[in-house]
C-alpha cells in the first residue's frame, strides 16, 4: 500500500497549523518543510498535528531530546515525524 500524501490545500493547512510562538520551534519545522513538504504523508501530518497541541517549551524539549513522547504522544507516526524534524 502506498503512502498518501497531502494535497496542496492539505499542506497549506498544515503549514499555517504549525505556526509557532518561538523562533526555535519555527526553524525545525521551517526546515522540515523545506526537506519533506512535497512528500508529507497523512500519517505524518496527524502526528504533526498532535505535536502542535503542546506547548511551545514541550516541543522544544522533544525537539531538542532533553525529553522524549509521554504516553499520550509515544507512538510510531510521533516517534518518525520527530526523527525528520530533529535530522
Known amino acids: 500500500m502506498s503512502p498518501e500524501f497531502l494535497d496542496e490545500r492539505a499542506l497549506g493547512k498544515l503549514r499555517w497549523r504549525c505556526r509557532r ?39 522544544l524539549d522533544l525537539l531538542l531530546r532533553r525529553k522524549e513522547p509521554g504516553d499520550d504522544l509515544d507512538s510510531p507516526d510521533v516517534r518518525e515525524l520527530l526523527g525528520l524534524l530533529r535530522a
Open 21 to 59: 510562538g518561538m523562533l526555535e520551534n519555527d526553524l525545525f519545522i521551517e526546515r522540515f518543510f523545506l526537506r519533506h513538504g512535497e512528500q508529507i504523508t497523512a500519517r505524518q501530518a496527524d502526528a504533526m498535528t498532535r505535536l502542535m497541541d503542546l506547548s511551545d517549551n514541550d516541543l
